[in-house]
C-alpha cells in the first residue's frame, strides 16, 4: 500500500504558494466550496488561502480584510507580509465598493418618518415640529390635530410624542435640550452645535457636530463639510469636507447629494456629478431637480442617465 507523508505535502504546498505569491504578483488561489468544503451560513461562494498558505477549514476560520473584503488571513502578521502585494488592489477594490454604497438611492431622507403618523417627513423644515424635551421632529399635521385635541378637551398642552408639560420659556427648552445632550442624543447634540454657530462660537459647535457625526447624525456631517469649506473655526480641508458630504448623502441627505454633484461638476466629473442630482431629485430636492434640467437643455444629461 502507497504511503503519503500528509505533513511533507502541506509543508511543500504553502512553499509553492509562498513563491508564486512572491513572485506572481500576489495573485490570490481560490478553491471551490462548492464540492469539497462544507457548506456555512455567511461565508463567500469561495474559500481564499492567505498569506501564509492555510486554507479555511472548520477548525480554522479566516479574517477577512477590512477594507476591501476580497482577501483572508490568519492573523495580524500574515497580514502584514501580504500588504506590499495587496496594498494597491485594496485601495481600489475598496473604492469601488464606497462607490456602489455611495450611488445607491436610499429607501429614505435623512429626516426619516413622523413617529406618529409613520408619513415621509417633508424636506421642508417648516413643514414639522422640534420638540426639545424628547429630541423628536413631528409632521406638522399630527402636531395641529394634536392642538386641536387639546384645545377641544381643554387639555394642558403635552409633547406628542413623550406627554412631558410643554413649556415656552427658553431657559426650560434649553435646560431639556442639555438634558438630551448629555443622554448622547445625536439630534440635540446637532441642535446644540446650531446654537454655538449662531452664537459665532465656531469651537463650540464644531465639538458637538463631530460628537453627533460620531453618533452618526447626517445634519452634523452636512454642518461639518459647510465648517471645512468655509474655513470658520478650523482650516479648510477639501478632502474633509468631500468626506463629510459623503458620509451625509450616504443616510439619505439631499443637500449633501448636491454639494457633492457640484464639487463633481467643478472637478470636471460630470458622470459622478449626474448620478448625485439624480439621487437628490429622487429625493425631491428642488435644486437638484433644477441642475438637472439645465444640465438636459445644455445636452450634458440625458434620457439614459436615468
Same mark, same amino acid.
Given at each position: $500500500?502507497?504511503?503519503?507523508?500528509?505533513?511533507?505535502? +502541506?509543508t511543500?504546498?504553502? @512553499?509553492?504558494?509562498?513563491?508564486?505569491?512572491?513572485w506572481?504578483?500576489?495573485?490570490?488561489?481560490?478553491?471551490?466550496?462548492?464540492?469539497?468544503?462544507? %457548506?456555512?451560513?455567511?461565508?463567500?461562494?469561495?474559500?481564499?488561502?492567505?498569506?501564509?498558505?492555510?486554507?479555511?477549514?472548520?477548525?480554522?476560520?479566516?479574517?477577512?480584510?477590512?477594507?476591501?473584503?476580497?482577501?483572508?488571513?490568519?492573523?495580524?502578521?500574515?497580514? *502584514?507580509e501580504?500588504?506590499?502585494?495587496h496594498?494597491?488592489?485594496?485601495?481600489?477594490?475598496?473604492?469601488?465598493?464606497?462607490?456602489e454604497?455611495?450611488?445607491?438611492?436610499?429607501?429614505?431622507?435623512?429626516?426619516?418618518?413622523?413617529?406618529?403618523?409613520? =408619513?415621509?417627513?417633508?424636506?421642508?423644515?417648516?413643514?414639522?415640529?422640534?420638540?426639545?424635551?424628547c429630541? *423628536?421632529? =413631528?409632521?406638522?399635521?399630527c402636531?395641529y390635530?394634536?392642538?386641536?385635541?387639546? =384645545?377641544?378637551?381643554?387639555l394642558?398642552?403635552?409633547?406628542?410624542?413623550?406627554?412631558?408639560?410643554?413649556?415656552?420659556?427658553?431657559? %426650560?427648552?434649553?435646560?431639556?435640550? $442639555?438634558?438630551?445632550?448629555?443622554?448622547?442624543?445625536? +439630534?440635540?447634540?446637532?441642535?446644540?452645535? #446650531?446654537?454655538?454657530?449662531? #452664537?459665532?462660537?465656531?469651537?463650540?459647535?464644531?465639538?458637538?457636530?463631530?460628537?453627533?457625526?460620531?453618533?452618526?447624525?447626517?445634519?452634523?456631517?452636512?454642518? /461639518?463639510? $459647510?465648517?471645512?469649506?468655509?474655513?470658520?473655526?478650523?482650516?479648510?480641508d477639501?478632502? *474633509? $469636507?468631500?468626506?463629510? /458630504? #459623503? %458620509?451625509?448623502?450616504?443616510?439619505?441627505f439631499?443637500?449633501?447629494?448636491?454639494?457633492?454633484?457640484?464639487?463633481?461638476?467643478?472637478?470636471?466629473?460630470?458622470?459622478?456629478?449626474?448620478?448625485?442630482? @439624480? @439621487?437628490?431629485?429622487?429625493?425631491?430636492?428642488?435644486?437638484?431637480?433644477?441642475?438637472?434640467?439645465?444640465?438636459?437643455?445644455?445636452?450634458?444629461?440625458?434620457?439614459?442617465?436615468?
Open positions: $500500500m502507497l504511503q503519503v507523508n500528509l505533513g511533507g505535502v +502541506v511543500i504546498f504553502r @512553499i509553492l504558494i509562498m513563491i508564486t505569491k512572491r506572481g504578483g500576489g495573485e490570490i488561489f481560490t478553491m471551490s466550496a462548492d464540492k469539497e468544503a462544507p %457548506e456555512a451560513e455567511g461565508r463567500n461562494a469561495y474559500s481564499y488561502f492567505a498569506a501564509c498558505g492555510i486554507a479555511e477549514v472548520d477548525n480554522i476560520l479566516l479574517n477577512e480584510c477590512n477594507h476591501c473584503n476580497s482577501v483572508r488571513y490568519c492573523g495580524v502578521q500574515c497580514q *502584514k501580504h500588504r506590499p502585494w496594498k494597491e488592489e485594496c485601495k481600489k477594490r475598496a473604492a469601488e465598493l464606497r462607490d454604497l455611495l450611488f445607491k438611492q436610499p429607501e429614505s431622507s435623512h429626516h426619516g418618518d413622523c413617529p406618529i403618523c409613520c =408619513i415621509p417627513l417633508s424636506l421642508d423644515p417648516r413643514k414639522a415640529t422640534f420638540f426639545p424635551c429630541s *423628536k421632529v =413631528i409632521c406638522n399635521g402636531e390635530a394634536n392642538l386641536r385635541r387639546e =384645545i377641544e378637551g381643554s394642558q398642552p403635552k409633547c406628542l410624542f413623550c406627554r412631558l408639560p410643554r413649556t415656552a420659556l427658553s431657559q %426650560e427648552i434649553e435646560l431639556n435640550l $442639555m438634558r438630551r445632550v448629555e443622554a448622547k442624543d445625536p +439630534v440635540a447634540t446637532s441642535k446644540m452645535g #446650531e446654537i454655538h454657530y449662531n #452664537e459665532g462660537d465656531y469651537d463650540g459647535a464644531l465639538q458637538c457636530w463631530e460628537k453627533a457625526a460620531e453618533l452618526g447624525n447626517a445634519l452634523a456631517h452636512f454642518s /461639518l463639510s $459647510m465648517l471645512y469649506r468655509e474655513g470658520k473655526g478650523v482650516k479648510k477639501e478632502k *474633509k $469636507m468631500f468626506f463629510h /458630504l #459623503e %458620509e451625509a448623502a450616504f443616510d439619505g439631499p443637500a449633501a447629494r448636491y454639494n457633492l454633484g457640484v464639487v463633481e461638476e467643478e472637478h470636471g466629473r460630470m458622470d459622478r456629478a449626474v448620478k448625485h442630482y @439624480i @439621487i437628490g431629485a429622487n429625493h425631491g430636492h428642488n435644486e437638484s431637480l433644477a441642475t438637472l434640467k439645465k444640465g438636459y437643455r445644455r445636452g450634458l444629461v440625458s434620457k439614459k442617465d436615468f
